[in-house]
C-alpha cells in the first residue's frame, strides 16, 4: 500500500449522526482503522465543525486515542471543501499527497477539495449505492470492509 497517512472524515463516515441513539459507529468502522494501524499508516480525521464537538463524538465511540490528530475547519479557519482546509491538514500532519488518501461519505465537501491538492479519495456511497459522483474518485466503495478489500486483491 502507498498510503502513509489516512485522512478520514468523522460524521457518517465513522459516526453515525443519523442514529437514534448517540455514539454509534458505522459498521465496520473499528475493523478498518485497525486494518489502517496494522498496515503502518497515521489516522487523521479531517471534519468540518468544531473541535470539541469532534472530540466528544471520538470519545463516544471511544476513539479519542485512534488518532494521530484531529483536523475541523475550526482550526483550520476554512471549511471542506475548500482547497486551503486540505493543505492545513497536509501541513499540520507533516503528510505528502501522493501517500495520503482521503476517506470521506460527502463527494462535495470530501472527494473534490482533496482531489484539488492532488490527494487520492474514496468515496463512501453509504447513501445511494448505485448514484455515480459527476467527477473523478479513485475508488467508490458501498461499505467500509470494501475498502480493505481493495488492497488485498
Same mark, same amino acid.
Given at each position: ?9 468523522l460524521?457518517?463516515?465513522l ?10 459507529p458505522?459498521?465496520?468502522? #473499528?475493523? @478498518?482503522l485497525?486494518?489502517f494501524?496494522d498496515a503502518?499508516c497515521? !489516522?487523521? /480525521?479531517c471534519?468540518n465543525g ?6 466528544d ?13 484531529v483536523?475541523?475547519?475550526?482550526m ?9 482546509f486540505?493543505? #492545513?491538514? @497536509?501541513r499540520m500532519t507533516?503528510?505528502?499527497p501522493?501517500?495520503? !488518501?482521503? /476517506? ?12 484539488a491538492?492532488g490527494?487520492?479519495?474514496?468515496l ?18 458501498n ?9 488485498q486483491?
Open positions: 500500500m502507498k498510503y502513509k497517512d489516512i485522512f478520514i472524515d460524521d457518517n463516515t459516526y453515525d449522526t443519523k442514529s437514534p441513539v448517540a455514539g454509534i458505522i459498521e465496520g468502522a #473499528y475493523e @478498518l485497525q486494518y494501524r503502518g497515521r !489516522l487523521h /480525521i471534519s468544531m473541535l470539541q464537538e469532534r472530540m463524538k471520538l470519545f463516544a465511540l471511544h476513539l479519542e486515542k485512534a488518532f494521530d490528530t483536523i475541523c475547519s475550526e483550520a479557519g476554512v471549511e471542506k471543501p475548500d482547497r486551503a486540505f493543505e #492545513y491538514a @497536509l507533516k503528510s505528502l501522493e501517500t495520503t !488518501l482521503m /476517506i470521506g461519505d460527502n463527494y462535495d465537501t470530501d472527494i473534490i477539495g482533496a482531489a491538492v490527494i487520492d479519495t474514496i463512501y456511497n453509504r447513501w445511494e449505492p448505485d448514484w455515480m459522483p459527476p467527477g473523478p474518485v479513485t475508488y467508490r466503495v461499505k467500509l470492509k470494501e475498502i480493505m478489500q481493495l488492497w486483491k
